[in-house]
């Protein structure tokens, strides 16, 4: 945990999209912090709602479909929610910036990369000269071998990881107090994936920024995350420091999730699965919403709301049982 | 040792067309001199990144793209000059499934068609009715019920759609599958149980795999011998120690070592 006071806190946050299946509810009373010169990791499969939660957090929902319900998102204590759609423009791309999974679709393909870059300082003040000053330091910064080629090529031209590095070069144009990276090398092979991860602490740690980085990735997790929450079904499950959290793993779905990897000490037996499917998003059940596929569920399970337990003072759990077994079945 | 059920000897494909008239020189050598065996009842995994050539070489063992050079031989026949029949013969022996079963089913087509199909076509089964009876015994075995027979691929989950994509796979009674990124698409809780099935298929009906991917994790699980690509060509090949434990080529390290580790106290990517 940082002494620092949170750069970002997310609150109660609910957000609902209307469907033609009726009103869903993604993300259903989410709360983190973000500190700074820290990333936390929002892990979670697909259907947890960890992208609408990083999408509500930027106020970038699915139009007309997606509405944030209730609570706060605060930046340096400030209620993002509170703000105009202008004000929130003022934010979006300065101190909170964000990076997605195809950089080829966040991308313009009509104009320059240069362009783009600039465009991004621009937007927040600046000339165009300064833009396009800054624009090359930028892709110099994050790692381009000829900027200067680079900055009148069009999206086209480059490559997935090249594409992915003009998106961080975008995100960081302004020194953003928060990153919020949204799978950002999933779409990557995995040593262009090795650089990207490895440029992204190279910066944050120079900028000192927070990064939020969702991904489904345990891996990407146990490599870049200082704290991670595990979502399940609109609901942060688990909430812990990285090695706590693969070192004694406390919710079922985390311990299930950690168990069904594949590993070459599992060769020639089954891997461990999750049986059943997740409840729709339009009718969460009652209780724990892991309940249905959870190996250790009791009838207290389905019965009111799931509180978060804090165990061995670190980790929160959403589980009524936390405590009573651990990875590799229950506790003698 | 069991036989070779499939060799793939010398195989090359060169894409585009050689300098002509107004006309510049557009060849790509996307394979270079290929050559591994499958034995039978074993698991061969073509590991490489997107562009190293492992889904063309799966095509061409396939029979569905014609190689430059080098041949393929399956059970004992040459897979690229056959007639009509033999052909027919082979695309019964040897299947396939795809990374995105959205893309390679027939989203107009019930469950019922799509595992029915085959069997007509090869010939399988008496009547409409007991190819029907037969399609629902494959539904049980890929753990799905026979209620999805009526059902259309895109009412199903992601890895319900991928068993369903196996099912009409083994719809024709295959030795031999080339799976190509078959759990790429899909979470890690449904990867498990779709490497399972794989794997007990391969059990009871003894068939041989050759497994296409990118994800190294799975191959450490699931392959019996590995084969790395890069650029077209096999660099590097091994059983899953030599692989994984001594790699000698500095591609095999390379990527092994942007796996990211599933452990945070060995982060390889730096602290």
Redesign the interface.
Known sequence: MSDLAPVLEVRNLRTYLETIRGRAWPVDDVSFDLHPGKIRAIVG??GSGKSITALSIMQLLPEPAGFIDSGQILLEGKDLLDLTWNEMRQHRGHDLAMIFQEPMTSLNPVFTIGNQVAESVVAHGGTWEQGKKRALELLERVGMERPELVLRQYPHELSGGMRQRVMIAIALANRPKVLIADEPTTAL???V??QI??LM??IQKEMGMAILLIT?????V????DDVSVMYAGKIVEDAP??DL?RSPQHPYTI??LE?????Q??GQ?????EG?VPAATAWPAGCRYANRCQYCIPACTEGEIPMVTVNGVTDARCIRIGQFQRGGVKA | MSQPILQIEHLGKVFGRARGFLRKDSQKEAVKDVSLDVNEGQTVALVGESGSGKSTVGLMALGLLAPSSGRVIFDGTSVVDLGGAERLALRRKIQVVFQDPYGSLNGRMTVREALTEGMMIHRIGTSDADREARAAVLLEDVGLTPEALNRYPHEFSGGQRQRVAIARALSVEPKFIVLDEPTSALDVSVQSQVLNLLRRLQRDRGLSYLFITHNLAVVEYMADYVCVMSKGEIVERGGIEAIFDTPQQDYTKGLLNSIPSIDPEARRLGA
């Open positions: 499969e697909s092979d995995v040593t994936q090795a991860l490895s602490r190279e489904h990735d345990l891996g990407v146990a490599e870049m995350a990285v090695r693969f299930d999730l069904s990897l594949p590993a070459r599992h060769r089954d891997l461990a699965v999750i499917n």
